[in-house]
T-cell receptor, first 113, second 112 residues
């Protein structure tokens, strides 16, 4: 158990809908990363937050957004969903220091029908 | 953008064999990670390296910064080592302001 929690575990929805994925980092970790794992693209970095502020952006679509709240949990919002958004979404957390190991949550499996 | 290449893509071996998985990257990095992903989907961080060598149980990871290459070795392999092993790198920028760039993974099967 990494100490990172993600909810829900599974999510099935329809095209055009909007969903919210939630992540709680390990106690004391300030950085939260979101990753997407799809069959065709593999694992990709989406976005990083550090202590409530956006730190870095990767391959995140404009239809996707994220935020980190004062209690350090983070939410990833996916809107106008398309079939191609079906994937595993992982959250990871780290302490935020320079050389920092990342600890991964169990993932949320999103299926868009 | 950093490209991360792993080899082999697939590897089937017999229990007890010594396993080597290779990872090459194209530009400077601040750290390299080896991750393990089991069929259930969860990702476990095995090692984070910035230089040299690390060992944990039967797993050994090495990195050569000059050659931009890392290897993951498994000694006395066991069927429970069957998983996808993923190499991932962080860029050379300071401040932890980058996410990871991932290789496509090596699918390892250890047969009893």
């Amino acid at each position: 158990d990494s100490g990172v929690t993600q909810t829900p575990k599974h999510l099935i929805t329809a095209t055009g809908q909007r969903v919210t994925l939630r992540c709680s980092p390990r106690s004391g970790d300030l950085s939260v990363y979101w990753y997407q794992q799809s069959l065709d693209q593999g694992l990709q970095f989406l976005i990083q937050y550090y202590n409530g502020e956006e730190r870095a952006k990767g391959n995140i679509l404009e239809r996707f957004s994220a935020q980190q709240f004062p209690d350090l949990h983070s939410e990833l919002n996916l809107s106008s969903l398309e079939l191609g958004d079906s994937a595993l979404y992982f959250c990871a957390s780290s302490s935020g220091s320079y050389y920092n190991e990342q600890f991964f949550g169990p993932g949320t499996r999103l299926t868009v029908l | 953008k950093n490209e991360v290449e792993q080899s082999p893509q697939n590897l089937t071996a017999q229990e007890g064999e010594f396993i080597t998985i290779n990872c090459s990257y194209s530009v400077g990095i601040s750290a390299l990670h080896w991750l393990q992903q089991h069929p259930g989907g969860g990702i476990v961080s095995l090692f984070m390296l910035s230089s040299g060598k690390k060992k944990h149980g039967r797993l050994i990871a090495t990195i050569n910064i000059q050659e931009k290459h890392s290897s993951l070795h498994i000694t006395a392999s066991h069927p429970r080592d069957s998983a996808v092993y993923i190499c991932a790198v962080r860029s050379g920028e300071r401040g932890g302001a980058d996410g990871l760039t991932f290789g496509k993974g090596t699918h390892l099967i250890i047969q009893p």
